[in-house]
């Protein structure tokens, strides 16, 4: 059984700063790619942060120099830090994991419950 979890989410005023967190729960699998996702209200669910096993990072265009995606393998935690953070950004934040599950010799993805971020002008 895995489970993904994210944390970190709250209200902010603009130009404040948040650090999301996801945690990987379970056994017998390898972790891939993880990426962060953002759904605003009455919107898509988009992606905003990628980050690979070698720790190339992509970013999508209106959070590039503002979000920072990292990662510890050693603790299975995928992390965001947003900075100068903007009305736009508010929306319900979702991770996502891929991974090579070894009992089954498949990849899979798992996503979290997301986690709500609120940017007050």
């Known amino acids: 059984q895995v489970q993904v979890v994210e944390s970190g989410g709250g209200r902010v005023q603009t130009g404040g700063s948040l650090r999301l967190s996801c945690v990987t729960i379970?056994?017998?699998?390898?972790?891939?790619?993880m990426s962060w996702y953002r759904q605003g209200p009455e919107q898509g669910r988009d992606e905003v942060a990628r980050?690979?096993?070698?720790?190339?990072?992509i970013y999508e265009d209106s959070v590039k120099g503002r979000f920072t995606i990292s990662r510890d393998d050693a603790k299975n935690m995928v992390y965001l830090q947003m900075n100068s953070l903007k009305p736009e950004d508010t929306g319900t934040y979702y991770c996502?994991?891929?991974?090579?599950?070894?009992?089954?010799?498949?990849?899979?993805?798992?996503w979290g419950r997301g986690t709500q971020v609120t940017v007050s002008s």
């Open positions: 996502k994991v891929n991974m090579w599950m070894i009992d089954t010799s498949e990849y899979k993805h798992f």
């Open positions: 379970g056994t017998n699998f390898r972790i891939n790619d």
């Open positions: 980050i690979s096993l070698r720790g190339e990072t």
